[in-house]
C-alpha cells in the first residue's frame, strides 16, 4: 500500500483492545559532536495513554547512568490526534506535511532542548508491500504479535530523512544537519512479547546512499548463521530499491553491546554492497518491558566512503531469563581479575 498521510493518523480499529500500539519513533544524530538523540512515542488509544522516551547520548556505554539526559513518562494522556502530539513533558512532534515533513521541538526542565525540522528524503517503505519488500508476507515480522503468512490490520513504515535544527544540550547548543531514518508502526503488541532479537540497521554516506535493514538474530547462533534479512532498502540517487534475503553478516559484542558489523547486502537489481561497522556512541535503550535494547551511532563505511548510522541490538528477557536466570546457589562460571 501507498504509505500516505492518512497512515500518520490513528490507525486504530473499532474493535481494537488494549494491546493496540500506535508508534512513531525519530532518531537525532549529531555524528561530528558524538551525539545520539531517541525520542519515542507509543499510544495505546484504547486505554487513552500515552508513552513517550527522550535520551540523549554521548559516550559508549552500558548503563543510563552515563545518558547526557533522559526522560521517561508511560502514564501520559494520548493527544487527540496522533498528527499532532503535544506531551506534558515538553515534548511535541507536528506531522507539518505528512509523511514528508515534521516538526519536533522539545524543551525540558534541566535545559535541554531540540528544535529540528524532519523532511523524508523518500517515501515510507512498506515491510509489508511485496512493492516495497520482496520478502513480504513470507519473513518474520519485526512485531512480535505478527507471525509468518499472518493478515491483521498492521504497519510498519520506514523513511529516511534529513533533520536540520538545533540542540542544547548541558547549556552548549549544538547545530543539527544529518540523515537517519524514522519508523511509523501500529497493531497488537502485548508489551511482554516485544523484543524479538534482532538488529536494526542504519547506515548513510549522504542523500545519495543510505540503508536501512530489518535482520533477525539467533544469539545461540555462531557467525555467520545467526542472522538472516527480513526487509530492507537502499535509497541510491534518489531511487529506492528493497533488499533480498541473501545476506552474509556477522556481528561482535561485548555483553548487550554491539563492538562490530561486517555485511554484505544484495538489493533487487542484484547489485551488491559491503558495509562494515564500529561503535561511536551508544547506550541501553528499554524499548519494552521485555525488549533489551542496546542502541549505538556506529562508523560505517561502504565501498570507501565513511558515513554513519544507528543500530539498535535487540535481545528478549525471557530469552536472557532461560539462559541466564540462575537461583543464589548457583555458581555463575564468572572470572573477575
Given at each position: 500500500m501507498a504509505f500516505d498521510a492518512e497512515h500518520f493518523?490513528?490507525?486504530?480499529?473499532?474493535?481494537?483492545?488494549?494491546?493496540w500500539v500506535e508508534t512513531i519513533l525519530f532518531p537525532i544524530v549529531i555524528p561530528e559532536a558524538n551525539l545520539y538523540t531517541l525520542i519515542y512515542t507509543n499510544v495505546r488509544p484504547?486505554?487513552?495513554?500515552?508513552?513517550?522516551?527522550?535520551?540523549?547520548?554521548?559516550?559508549?556505554?552500558?548503563?543510563r547512568a552515563e545518558l547526557l539526559h533522559y526522560n521517561e513518562n508511560p502514564h501520559l494522556p494520548?493527544?487527540?490526534?496522533?498528527?499532532?502530539?503535544?506531551?506534558p513533558i515538553g515534548l511535541s512532534i507536528d506531522a507539518v506535511d505528512a509523511p514528508r515533513k515534521f516538526r519536533i521541538d522539545y524543551v525540558a526542565d534541566d535545559g535541554t532542548e531540540i528544535h529540528v525540522d524532519w523532511v523524508n528524503l523518500m517515501d515510507p517503505f512498506d515491510i509489508h508491500d511485496p512493492q516495497h519488500s520482496p520478502q513480504a508476507g513470507a519473513?518474520?515480522?519485526?512485531?512480535?504479535?505478527?507471525?509468518?503468512?499472518?493478515?491483521?490490520?498492521?504497519g510498519h513504515g520506514d523513511a529516511t530523512g534529513r533533520a536540520t535544527g538545533t540542540m542544547i544540550v548541558?547549556?552548549?547548543?549544538?547545530?543539527?544537519?544529518?540523515?537517519?531514518?524514522?519508523?511509523?508502526s501500529w497493531g497488537p503488541r502485548d508489551p511482554m512479547k516485544a523484543g524479538k532479537p534482532n538488529h536494526i540497521v542504519?547506515?548513510?554516506?549522504?542523500?545519495?546512499?543510505?540503508?536501512?535493514?530489518?535482520?533477525?538474530?539467533?544469539?545461540e547462533a555462531a557467525n555467520p548463521d545467526a542472522f538472516q534479512l527480513s526487509h530492507g532498502y537502499v535509497m541510491e540517487d534518489g531511487e529506492v530499491y528493497g533488499l533480498t534475503d541473501e545476506l552474509e553478516m556477522t556481528s561482535t559484542h561485548l555483553g548487550m553491546v554491539?563492538?562490530?558489523i561486517d555485511m554484505t547486502v544484495t538489493d533487487v537489481r542484484g547489485k551488491k554492497f559491503r558495509l562494515q561497522a564500529t561503535p561511536n556512541v551508544g547506550a541501553p535503550w528499554i524499548a519494552a518491558p521485555t525488549a533489551m535494547v542496546h542502541n549505538a551511532l556506529m562508523r560505517w563505511t561502504c565501498e570507501g566512503r565513511?558515513?554513519?548510522?544507528?543500530?539498535?541490538?535487540?535481545?528478549?528477557?525471557?530469552?536472557?531469563?532461560?539462559n541466564f536466570g540462575r537461583f543464589q546457589a548457583d555458581t555463575r562460571g564468572l572470572v573477575s581479575v
Open positions: 493518523e490513528y490507525q486504530n480499529p473499532p474493535e481494537a483492545d488494549h494491546l484504547s486505554l487513552g495513554v500515552m508513552w513517550n522516551q527522550i535520551m540523549v547520548c554521548g559516550s559508549l556505554t552500558d548503563t494520548a493527544p487527540a490526534s496522533f498528527t499532532r502530539i503535544e506531551s519473513a518474520p515480522d519485526i512485531h512480535a504479535d505478527l507471525e509468518s503468512g499472518a493478515h491483521k490490520s498492521v548541558r547549556g552548549r547548543e549544538y547545530v543539527v544537519d544529518s540523515i537517519e531514518r524514522m519508523d511509523r542504519s547506515a548513510t554516506f549522504g542523500e545519495d546512499l543510505a540503508f536501512h535493514m530489518i535482520c533477525p538474530w539467533n544469539p554491539c563492538t562490530g565513511d558515513g554513519y548510522g544507528v543500530v539498535m541490538s535487540t535481545r528478549h528477557l525471557s530469552e536472557l531469563n532461560r
